[in-house]
């Protein structure tokens, strides 16, 4: 561990409640998702000692770098590292002293750590790579351009969801925990994805103000709806900007056309909410996805790789 005589000017503490937004502002300088739900979920859990880790660097009243020690509660297999410096503080080894205090703690943990970090961020992922992390994949970003595409999207949803045979409806967590939890168990199976899921822990994954969409099939066996398929979209920090969570469709309902006409449909929601453009991400090995939105014209955007280092014990 670095001297921390060697950073006399700034004070390296835990998190405190009227960090979390500064803070969770830093981190997401890492991500490509622009949704900062889950980083300010995580920095509010270790605020409150209820779960993981959380440090500032503070200078003169004001965070100059962050760091997080957590987990994601529907994919709790590995613990999640995120660390950040504020652009007048780099280069000071500053990232590597707010590094050194989360492996202090990941000394006692046997979970692998892992590291989400936008693709074009490469002086983030030759750091990463010099504490022991390394790229295990990249998660390919697209995005729709809700503008110069949009017309079209009322007539092009009703046709996909025609096709493939299923009704697209909105609902929230709120009001269906239990149909969409369910619903999103059935479509995890054959996701690019080396850890178990545990849907039960998604109640507060998505921000309140997402748009969730379920897919019924129209001729449901048992004559009551059936949730085949869901997706999620949600607003980015920047204005116009959306993001689609998640998209995954019953394994028994694949290659129907569902995929397609939730996507579509998701499209239309949120440019019907003031979207300008829409980003999503898919792991570089998902080309039935990776087609789905090539197909769609979607055009490339920035992505983030999938870090992974063993257990420090």
Known sequence: MRAMSVFSDFAFRSVRRDDIGPATDLLMLTSATGVPHHVALQLAAAEAGRHGHAFVAERDGGIAGAALLSSDPVFPGLLITLVAVAEPYRGRGLGGALADLLDERLAHETLPASCHLRDDRTDGRRFAERRGFAVKGDNLGWSFDLVAEGAALEAQAREAARSAGVRIRRTDMAMEPETVLECALRCMPGLPSDQSADPEQARDYFPADAILLLAESEEPEEGAPLAIGVTVVAPRTEEGAWYTMFTGVDASYRRRGVARALKTESFLRARRAG??????????????????????????????????????T
């Not at 039935?288 to 955007?301: E, H, K, Q, Y």
Request: net charge positive; aromatic share 8%; no cysteine.
């Open 275 to 312: 979207g300008r453009s829409v980003v999503t991400h898919n792991h570089e090995t998902n080309e039935a996805v990776l087609g789905l939105n090539r197909s769609f014209g979607m055009r490339p955007a920035t992505g983030y790789w999938d870090l992974r280092r063993a257990p420090l």
